[in-house]
């Protein structure tokens, strides 16, 4: 789809790309060495409603879903932990192994933490990660009654669940909207789709729910999600190719 200029359009190219680069973050140094920048860099407002913005990634995602393999709130709540820094793709590879070596959250909870370790290795971060898991699994069976809690309160006092993975396990595994889930792309479409200025994840979160139904709160983290893997990545946001471009207030900073 042609791309419709807008007025960050009119920007010259040069200006453009240096106060959009995808993924920029301002030093503390180049903000003080360039106040304007600052202001520069801040999307402007999207040019349709929320909701519109809504219809529009709806229909061009209308399958779009959580892209982690699970069949039990446990099982999602193993794998949101083993998704940090880690594609789902890579997460999806190692879980069946770890299921079926540890089928029940009374076995996880007994396991050797090396053992957990050499299993979950590829996902990054694993010393930790397994150090998580086992300490969630033996919280559930001791405290929980071997069940995953489905309020938030109570599940973000599980070892390696915060209030991100909280969001993922409610809206997914329990269909209850408690939340935005907002990850890494969630909070860039956000900030580049001109839905707000806010970076802090928690105030990009309430910003979403206070612009969107509650209803929609889980479906318009996955839609986020699959419009930012599959067009606008980090660093080579496809708006050439978007079709988004025509009212995305950031249209023109990528290829
Ligand atoms: S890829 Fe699409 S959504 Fe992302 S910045 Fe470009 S026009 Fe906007």
Not at 32 to 41: E, G
Not at 174 to 181: D, I, L, Q
Not at 222 to 244: D, T
Request: contains cysteine.
């Amino acid at each position: 789809m042609p791309i419709k200029k807008t007025s960050t359009n009119k920007q010259a190219p040069s200006t453009r790309r240096k106060a959009q680069a995808p993924g920029a973050r301002l030093t503390m140094s180049s903000a003080a060495a360039t106040p304007r920048a600052k202001v520069a860099r801040r999307p402007k407002r999207s040019a349709i409603p929320p909701a519109v913005l809504y219809e529009r990634l709806l229909a061009l995602y209308p399958d779009a879903h959580c892209e982690l393999d699970f069949s039990s709130p446990f099982q999602l709540a193993v794998a949101t932990i083993l998704s940090a820094q880690c594609t789902d793709k890579r997460v999806n590879m190692v879980t069946p192994v770890l299921f079926q070596r540890y089928p029940t959250i009374e076995s996880l909870a007994r396991a050797r933490q090396e053992d957990v370790e050499e299993i979950i290795k590829s996902t990054g971060f694993f010393r930790n990660k397994a150090k998580s898991i086992i300490a969630m699994a033996g919280a559930l069976v001791e405290k929980h009654g071997g069940a995953v809690p489905s309020t938030l309160d109570t599940l973000v006092t599980l070892p390696g669940i915060g209030r991100k993975t909280a969001n993922v396990i409610l809206g997914n595994a329990f269909s209850v909207n408690e939340g935005v889930v907002v990850d890494t792309h969630v909070g860039r479409l956000s900030t580049r789709l001109g839905l707000t200025r806010e970076i802090d994840p928690i105030k990009v979160e309430q910003v979403l729910m206070r612009q969107f139904p509650r209803d929609r709160w889980t479906m318009l983290a996955h839609l986020l999600i699959f419009h930012g893997r599959r067009v606008c990545e980090a660093k080579k946001p496809r708006c050439s190719q978007c079709a988004l471009a025509d009212v995305c207030p950031s249209a023109g900073i990528g290829i």
